[in-house]
């Protein structure tokens, strides 16, 4: 018991804003709480084998993230392929739906980032420790050279024939083009983020836990929709950089700032306006 009480004081959930849900919400004190803020740096979260799952679960979700999405647009990539015929729509849902998934088979363990850019605007909301973004980063970036590689792996030719998923910005757009439509895309995922488990919902409505993978991999469909024709949609710098990597190509690079600085803008717009201006209304529970 004392290694389980342990786990839950430091764990990942330790400066979460959930609430009771179902009949525990209903049988408990609704009013809303104000959480206390996470710490710059935690260094008892170090000795913790919660902070550590917590890792290895991002990376595993950015792994099977870059892995179904990478193989989904080889495959419309491939005039050969039947998945060819699903188009733009069919690597969008392929983004959206494999966020809807990972972040409700997450979300418990590390809080289902999936996503530097989420950890970022998360850490600026004091959701968790500089520590834990940190580490978040580094292991969805592996993820997601791991998973970008095992896909060039199954079509070495077909990978490095059609860019091997990589980000750039298109034909007919500019620079600023495509870092815009970076920053924007990334503030209506973080906003999505933010607005789905935000403590004072949950309070008031418990079910809105249970649903909020699926808002979320709706806002991730929704952007690639919106911008696919113009960068590719990276709005996650992790899953630009593990397609940069393993194709390799100065064609590849040229443009991978954009997916960098767009996303990163992008999530501290988002932070900033939940902090100043949704997190400002007044809570009023239902009865």
Same mark, same amino acid.
């Given at each position: ?29 609704? *009013? +809303? ?19 550590? #799952?917590? =890792? ?40 959206? =739906? ?5 972040? +409700? ?54 990978? *490095? ?29 973080? +906003? ?5 488990? *935000?403590?004072? #919902?949950?309070? #008031? ?83």
């Amino acid at each position: 018991m004392e290694g389980k009480e342990e786990d839950v004081r430091l764990g990942a959930n330790r400066f979460s804003e959930r609430q009771p849900i179902g009949t525990a919400a209903q049988s408990q004190d609704k *009013d +809303y709480k104000e959480p206390p803020p996470a710490p710059l740096f935690e260094p008892g979260e170090l000795k913790s084998w919660s902070f550590y #799952r917590a =890792g290895i679960a991002e990376f595993m979700a950015t792994f099977l993230f870059l892995y179904i999405t990478l193989l989904t647009v080889m495959g419309v990539k491939n005039s050969n392929s039947q998945c060819s015929t699903v188009g733009i729509q069919g690597i969008a849902w392929a983004f959206g =739906g494999m966020i809807f998934a990972l972040v +409700y088979c997450t979300a418990g363990i590390s809080g289902g980032h999936i996503n530097p850019a989420v950890t970022f605007g998360l850490f600026l909301a004091r959701k968790l420790s500089l520590t834990r973004a940190v580490f978040y980063m580094v292991m969805q970036c592996l993820g997601a050279i791991c998973g970008a590689g095992v896909v060039k792996g199954f079509k070495k030719g077909l990978y *490095d024939s059609q860019g091997g998923g990589a980000n750039v910005v298109n034909p007919g757009y500019t620079k600023g083009d495509g870092l815009g439509a970076e920053i924007v895309g990334t503030f209506v995922l973080v +906003y999505t983020v933010f607005s789905a488990t *935000d403590a004072k #919902r949950n309070a #008031r409505d418990s079910h809105v836990p249970l649903l909020a993978p699926l808002p979320i991999g709706f806002a991730v469909f929704l952007v690639h929709l919106a911008t696919i024709p113009i960068t590719g949609t990276g709005i996650n710098p992790a899953r630009s950089l593990g397609a940069a990597i393993i194709y390799n190509k100065h064609h590849a690079w040229s443009d991978h700032w954009i997916f960098w600085v767009g996303p990163f803008i992008g999530a501290a717009l988002a932070a900033t306006y939940h902090q100043i201006v949704i997190r400002a209304i007044p809570f009023k529970s239902r009865p």
